[in-house]
């Protein structure tokens, strides 16, 4: 049965960062990806990172600000975000599929609960 759990959220000041883990277990195979989502009540999930083995994904709002890495032989993924502004505010949610070569942001079947981010101005 596959797991996935989040933490590391909470509130900061614009400019800060954050840093969100994801611990993802039960996997039959040894080739997941494991990806980050967020998303505000009312809008659409929007995937903001993603990561295969050996390749990486991320979309146009947070590249070069956020820094997704994985420890593979743990099945853990981090997202380290920084400059952090008030639109970044949202559940942050981690989510996993199995038989994956490459970092995309469809297909995934598995979901943590999420946890928040909070950005003052």
């Known amino acids: 049965q596959v797991k996935i759990v989040e933490s590391g959220g909470g509130s900061v000041e614009a400019g800060g960062s954050l840093r969100l883990t994801c611990q993802a277990s039960?996997?039959?195979?040894?080739?997941?990806?494991l990806g980050w989502f967020r998303q505000v009540p009312g809008k659409e999930r929007e995937g903001i990172a993603t990561?295969?083995?050996?390749?990486?994904a991320y979309a146009d709002s947070v590249r070069g600000r956020f820094i997704i890495s994985r420890d593979t032989a743990k099945n853990m993924v981090f997202l380290q975000m920084n400059n952090l502004q008030p639109e970044d505010s949202a559940m942050y949610y981690c989510?996993?599929?199995?038989?994956?070569?490459?970092?995309?942001?469809?297909?995934?079947?598995?979901w943590g609960r999420g946890t928040q981010v909070t950005v003052s101005s």
């Open positions: 989510a996993a599929k199995e038989f994956c070569a490459s970092a995309v942001f469809y297909g995934y079947p598995y």
């Open positions: 990561t295969a083995t050996a390749d990486v």
């Open positions: 039960g996997f039959y195979s040894n080739r997941v990806c």
